[in-house]
């Protein structure tokens, strides 16, 4: 067990509204990710964080924003949801910088519905 | 283009019996590689990986192979078991990223 929890683990919304993702981590890394799982697609990833306010983007990015303030805590956010953003919605964390050895531990997911 | 490849959407196997998933790649900087589990609403668990530098990596009934002259990895379960029944990603280290292939979905019989 990785220490990562995802909140909330469902939600339904409406075309236009604002939505925030979090994911909490207890063990302490650098590193956190949000990737999101589309059928077809694998996981794509989003933002990812390689320290407390230091982000970047990832392959679909588009229509995203993230914020780290704190080691622990990583928020992805959909500033006016659409319909393409369905899916399910994945956090991770890295114990290391990449490259070789660059494991990453997931959360338990996200399912997010724009109606 | 995809850069990680896997190319079967689904494997059968019997209970006892070998499992092999494979995903091919593009890019040959890509310097690790790793596998992931996935059962149906739960997050990814990571399995078994290998570095670039080994054609090898064993991990009880998992074993990874890695032929980089062809950019081709394969993931063997021997002997395959019903709990393995899942679908089964394919990663490569691209930096800081991880790139995904699209999975194969792996079930097993009894």
């Known amino acids: 067990d990785a220490g990562i929890t995802q909140s909330p683990r469902h939600k339904v919304t409406e075309t236009g509204t604002p939505v925030t993702l979090r994911c909490h981590q207890t063990e302490n890394h650098r590193y956190m990710y949000w990737y999101r799982q589309d059928p077809g697609h694998g996981l794509r990833l989003i933002h990812y964080?390689?320290?407390?306010?230091?982000?970047d983007k990832g392959e679909v990015s588009d229509g995203y924003s993230v914020s780290r303030s704190k080691t622990e805590d990583f928020l992805l956010t959909l500033e006016s949801a659409t319909s393409s953003q369905t899916s399910v919605y994945f956090c991770?964390?890295?114990?290391?910088?990449?490259?070789?050895?660059?494991?990453?531990?997931f959360g338990p997911g996200t399912r997010l519905t724009v109606l | 283009d995809q850069q990680v490849k896997q190319n079967s959407p689904s494997l059968s196997v019997q209970e006892g019996r070998i499992s092999i998933l494979n995903c091919d790649y593009t890019?040959?900087?890509?310097?690790?590689f790793l596998w992931y589990k996935k059962y149906p609403a739960e997050g990814p668990t990571f399995l078994i990986s290998?570095?670039?530098?080994?054609d090898k990596n064993e991990d009880g009934r998992f074993t990874v192979f890695l032929n980089k002259s062809a950019k081709h990895l394969s993931l063997h379960i021997v002997p395959s078991q019903p709990g393995d029944s899942a679908v089964y990603f394919c990663?490569?280290?691209?930096?800081?990223?991880?790139?995904f292939g699209k999975g194969t979905t792996l079930s097993v019989s009894s």
């Open positions: 991770a964390i890295s114990r290391t910088s990449g490259g070789a050895y660059n494991e990453q531990f």
């Open positions: 890019n040959s900087t890509f310097d690790y």
């Open positions: 290998i570095s670039s530098i080994k």
């Open positions: 990663a490569a280290s691209a930096g800081t990223a991880l790139i």
């Open positions: 964080s390689y320290g407390v306010k230091d982000t």
